[in-house]
T-cell receptor
Framework: GNSVTQMEGPVTLSEEAFLTINCTYTATGYPSLFWYVQYPGEGLQLLLKATKADDKGSNKGFEATYRKETTSFHLEKGSVQVSDSAVYFCALSDRSTGGFKTIFGAGTRLFVKA | KAGVTQTPRYLIKTRGQQVTLSCSPISGHRSVSWYQQTPGQGLQFLFEYFSETQRNKGNFPGRFSGRQFSNSRSEMNVSTLELGDSALYLC??????????????FGPGTRLLVL
């Protein structure tokens, strides 16, 4: 079945450091790919998405490129801030079992130190 | 547009009781899904409703059930609560255009604690 694998955390960075969170997927067909972010005590917020190969999703300085050849969707940010501390989930859309659902990776916790 | 809303935000129940959680999707969204989030299992899909019909179901026991109303609002019910049901329950909605890959938008969740 379809699945998402992302790097384990936690990831600890200093403010203004470069961020990469790796994500790879297994899927039949052509799913859309997403990054969601969860701040403490809150639900999931859509951070960015890409719907086809070579698309780049971007938002709030974060970006990720849909790489079909490597089945990857790595999240990057050039300069992180303390306010970026959160849990980040890579995900894909799935219609393989009928209906529709989102399949999530395990999440990567990011800590940014001032 | 208002986002996905969920009520209540917090609940404390005891083992054996039952609970009903409510979700109102984004206006115009016809698909509503439910997910359970726990530290050990992560985010797990419970079920999806579209036009008042359950269209997709995850691997959860029959104690977990749901329904959707004609206005797309949804409820999920958990009967005979167990300690392991303590979790954050997230509702998500999407437009559901036929054949299209969709984006799900999530509510803030209901945090359930079973004692």
């Amino acid at each position: 079945g379809n699945s998402v694998t992302q790097m384990e955390g936690p990831v600890t960075l200093s403010e203004e450091a470069f961020l990469t969170i790796n994500c790879t997927y297994t899927a039949t067909g052509y799913p859309s790919l997403f990054w969601y972010v969860q701040y403490p005590g809150e639900g999931l917020q859509l951070l960015l998405k890409a719907t086809k190969a070579d698309d780049k999703g971007s938002n709030k300085g974060f970006e990720a490129t849909y790489r079909k050849e490597t089945t990857s969707f790595h999240l990057e940010k050039g300069s992180v801030q303390v306010s970026d501390s959160a849990v980040y989930f890579c995900a894909l859309s799935d219609r393989s079992t009928g209906g529709f659902k989102t399949i999530f990776g395990a999440g990567t916790r990011l800590f940014v130190k001032a | 547009k208002a986002g996905v809303t969920q009520t209540p935000r917090y609940l404390i129940k005891t083992r054996g009781q039952q609970v009903t959680l409510s979700c109102s999707p984004i206006s115009g969204h016809r698909s509503v899904s439910w997910y359970q989030q726990t530290p050990g299992q992560g985010l797990q899909f419970l079920f999806e409703y579209f036009s008042e019909t359950q269209r997709n179901k995850g691997n959860f026991p029959g104690r977990f059930s749901g329904r959707q109303f004609s206005n797309s609002r949804s409820e999920m019910n958990v009967s005979t609560l167990e300690l392991g049901d303590s979790a954050l329950y997230l509702c998500a909605s999407s437009l559901n255009r036929p054949g299209a890959q969709e984006t799900q938008y999530f509510g803030p969740g209901t945090r359930l604690l079973v004692l």
